[in-house]
C-alpha cells in the first residue's frame, strides 16, 4: 500500500516523503520543469475548452506509463509536495460538469498545481476555481503516437487517485472527488495512504490512541 507522510520534530525543517507500491512497474522519470513552460490540458470528449495556463514555479516531479507531461507526484521551488495515491471510490466525470471554470482532465491536475501553487491554500482555492473531469488512458494518449505495453495495461481504465499535498509551512491538505465533488480536508497528521477515502482514516486512528513505544 503506498504511503505519503511529512515528517515532524524537525527543528526548522519540513521534509514530505512517499512509498509506491504498485502491481507493476510505472516506467516513472524524473522531469525537471523550469518555469515559464506553455500547458494545455486534454480536450474534453465534446470538443470544449480545455484550461490553459504557463507555471511561473519550477519543479520536480515523476511521471509514468509514457507520458512525460503527466505527473504523479513532485516538488517545487516554493516547497510546495503533491502525491497521488490509489482510491477506487475516485467519482469523476468523463465530461467536464455544466458551470463556471475552466475544464482541466484529472491527469493535467498535480502538474497544474505545482506550478502554479505555493501554499494549500492555494490549492485550496485553485480546485474549486476548475471543472475537474477524468479521461481514459487510451483517449488521452496523443494522435499519431504509438501507445507502449505498459501504457495498454490501463489503455481503457481512468485514472483514481487522491491528493496528498504539503507546503513550506507545515500545512497539509488531502483532495478527493467523490460524491460528485471535489472534497479538500486538512490533515493534520501529514499521513495518506491508499483507499478507503480520508475520512475513513480519521476514524480509524481513534482505534490507535492507546499506541505507546513504552513496554
Given at each position: ?52 495556463w ?33 482510491l ?7 465530461e ?29 482555492a ?69 483507499s ?20
Amino acid at each position: 500500500m503506498c504511503t505519503d507522510l511529512r515528517l515532524v520534530r524537525l527543528d526548522g525543517m519540513r521534509v514530505s516523503a512517499r512509498t509506491l507500491d504498485f502491481a507493476f512497474e510505472l516506467g516513472s522519470t524524473l522531469q525537471v520543469v523550469p518555469r515559464g513552460q506553455q500547458w494545455v490540458a486534454t480536450t474534453p470528449p465534446s470538443g470544449g475548452p480545455a484550461l490553459e495556463w504557463t507555471n511561473d514555479l519550477g519543479f520536480v516531479a515523476l511521471d509514468g506509463f509514457g507520458f512525460h507531461d503527466v505527473f504523479a507526484d513532485g516538488l517545487n521551488e516554493a516547497g510546495l509536495s503533491v502525491g497521488t495515491l490509489w482510491l477506487p471510490e475516485t467519482d469523476l466525470p468523463h465530461e467536464p460538469a455544466a458551470g463556471e471554470g475552466a475544464a482541466l482532465d484529472f491527469a493535467n491536475l498535480a502538474g497544474w498545481l505545482l506550478g502554479t501553487c505555493s501554499t494549500v491554500g492555494d490549492v485550496r482555492a485553485a480546485v474549486a476555481s476548475v471543472r475537474v473531469w477524468s479521461s481514459t488512458v487510451r483517449d488521452m494518449w496523443p494522435a499519431g503516437k504509438s501507445m507502449p505495453d505498459l501504457a495498454l495495461t490501463m489503455a481503457d481504465a481512468a485514472l483514481t487517485e487522491h491528493l496528498a499535498v504539503h507546503d513550506a509551512a507545515g500545512g497539509d491538505l488531502v483532495v478527493e472527488f467523490t460524491g460528485g465533488t471535489v472534497n479538500v480536508y486538512d490533515n493534520p497528521g501529514g499521513v495518506l495512504t491508499n483507499s478507503p477515502t480520508f475520512p475513513w482514516h480519521e476514524t480509524n486512528l481513534r482505534n490507535y490512541l492507546g499506541l505507546t513505544t513504552a513496554e
